[in-house]
């Protein structure tokens, strides 16, 4: 099946820094790249996707870059709080049109 | 996401016991997932359903077996639970497999 590698697998950065992490896939037929949020003792939410026909969308503070030719795509966190701390997964729908996850990254936000 | 749901949240249950873990959604969407998450290996997926007469196997669905009793519904079972099925499982929905599953909060099984 499709792999999806994610790094770092942790983070730790100062408050008012940025982070960025990094996804890397092998199926040039995925077509669409959600990344999720996962607080703990919660279930994993939707924070931002992308589709395969653009090269980056921002909300706020999140915005994701997709790099089809390099087969990569990454979340950057602008300005990040002590509340961005989470677990965050790259995901990506695959050519049998199921999603698959990468690790996680456990990002730490330092106040 | 408050709109699926999942019973019980947390079950400690011995070695060879069978089990039953239960997901209802209010979304109105079609498809639901079964997901295993374990620290260190994402989450994984265990069976899907695109609609109420459609089961499929995920990556992961030995020693585990799937329920549709209705759009809303979608039960997990382990008919012989064993000591690595201890981990978190997550249900997800779909409008359809064009869009986003919205998740569960999860129900964390313990096998003794």
């Known amino acids: 099946g499709e792999n999806v590698e994610q790094h770092p697998s942790t983070l730790s950065v100062q408050e008012g820094d940025s982070a960025v992490i990094k996804c890397t896939y092998s199926?040039?037929?995925?077509?669409?790249f959600p990344w999720y949020k996962q607080e703990l003792g919660k279930g994993p939410q939707l924070i931002i996707d992308?589709?395969?026909?653009?090269g980056e969308k921002k909300d706020q503070r999140i915005a994701v870059t997709l790099n089809k030719t390099a087969k990569h795509f990454s979340l950057h966190i602008t300005e990040t709080q002590p509340e961005d701390s989470a677990v965050y997964f790259c995901?990506?729908?695959?050519?049998?049109?199921?999603?698959?996850f990468g690790k996680g990254t456990l990002l730490t936000v330092n106040p | 996401d408050a709109d699926v749901t999942q019973t019980p949240r947390n079950r400690i249950t011995k070695t060879g016991k069978r089990i039953m873990l239960e997901c209802s959604q209010t979304?109105?969407?079609?498809?639901m997932y079964w997901y295993r998450q374990d620290p260190g290996l994402g989450l994984r997926l265990i069976y899907y359903?695109?609609?109420?007469?459609?089961?499929n196997k995920g990556e992961i669905s030995d020693g585990y077996s799937v329920s549709r009793q209705a759009q809303a519904k979608f039960s997990l079972s382990l008919e012989s639970a064993i000591p690595n099925q201890t981990a978190l499982y997550f249900c997800?929905?779909?409008?359809?497999?064009?869009?986003?599953?919205?998740f569960g909060p999860g129900t964390r099984l313990l096998v003794l």
């Open positions: 359903s695109f609609d109420v007469k459609d089961i």
């Open positions: 199926d040039s037929a995925s077509n669409y």
């Open positions: 995901a990506l729908r695959s050519s049998n049109y199921k999603l698959t």
């Open positions: 997800a929905t779909s409008v359809s497999v064009q869009e986003t599953q919205y």
């Open positions: 992308i589709r395969s026909n653009v």
């Open positions: 979304k109105g969407h079609d498809r």
